[in-house]
């Protein structure tokens, strides 16, 4: 994460001088929305992993700051057109003026698409996300690029700081173009991602399956605990999912649980069948592999399957795990976990201690209830470690 953090600040520094240039309401609006525009770039660069995957392994950091910039950004974005419209002193349906009859305000008025479109991006991702579907969620992700793709010019046209500035319009003229060598790598990802074949199939248990699968071209390596991105083809959409076995022949296991179309389709594969693999990601039990401190490893249901290669390598007396089912048949490798752990394997909630890590995988609505138990039972947020399932 230093990589990509010294990467972010990099980027912000040719518009520090202008902070001293900013003597109106006006000058404010072009230097907020400079900002909103760098803050949206980089919404878009952190969405695609396999670009910030080169930078840092830990998938689930770049989410959070996602997350965390689509707040800053939504900020300096909706504050952009309040001050202009401020600044020419009119009324809020200045706003909404879409007029393409002459230069000026048709740069003007691909802002103000640009800002529709965010507030539909925006509203679903906040206010209106408990009634948006998560497929419909993600689908409207992609109003980012034609969003970038309109704030760039609009800022090219009537940015008086970019007008004035020649060697900040060129820095302009840079962001573009990355960003359409972003938006190509993006698109054309798929198409090289790695090549695996399905060898196996096994059902652990009423509604999860084990699929093993091989490769067919450079294996990749992934540590315990990481996890992969799977497609039925090039074009599909990508599923993540822990693995839960590394082979020595480099094979590459997953247990899945029935949930949803797309694991139905998985299921209706055979032997023979040829999925895109990308990956891996993830650094969340890294410091579980630390013998000095206890490991107190917390999986509700089918979030055991981060810790199953984990404890197949790395089990020891620092380590326990804690693996809460709703039936006895869904405890799902408990008798491998058994083996490798003894009476650290236990079904039931833990019990805080003093020096312990706490490492918690399940749905977001078990992550929050066991992290909460354990936080009010004094343990520190500086001792959790979490991952939900729709991370």
Known sequence: M????????????????????????????????????????????????TLTRRLTADRLAVVNLHRWLGGCGAFLVLLHPLLETIAARRDLAYLWLIDFT??????????????????ALWLTSTLLRALVRHRAWRLMHYVSYPLVGLVLPHAWGVGSYLIETPWLRAYWLLLAALLALLVGWRLAVPLWTGRYRLVAAERLSPTVVQYTLAPLGRPRRPAPGQFCYLRLNSLGRAHPFSVTRVGEDATLSFAVKDAGPFTARLAALRPGAVLRLDGPYGTFTRQARDADRPAVLVAGGIGVTPFVELVRRHAGPHMSLHHVVSAREEAVFADELRHHLGARYRTGPPQPGPRARYFVCGSPGFVATTTGRLRARGVTGGQLYTEEFDC
Do not use: H, K
Request: glycine letters at 12%.
């Open 102 to 119: 002459w230069v000026e305000s048709g740069y003007t008025s691909l802002g103000r698409i640009a800002l529709l479109l965010f507030l």
């Open 2 to 49: 230093r990589w990509l953090a010294c990467l972010m600040l990099l980027s912000a520094l040719p518009f520090l001088p202008l902070l001293g240039r900013a003597d109106s309401v006006g000058d404010a609006a072009n230097l907020v929305g400079l900002g909103g525009a760098l803050t949206l770039w980089w919404q878009v660069v952190l969405g695609t992993r």
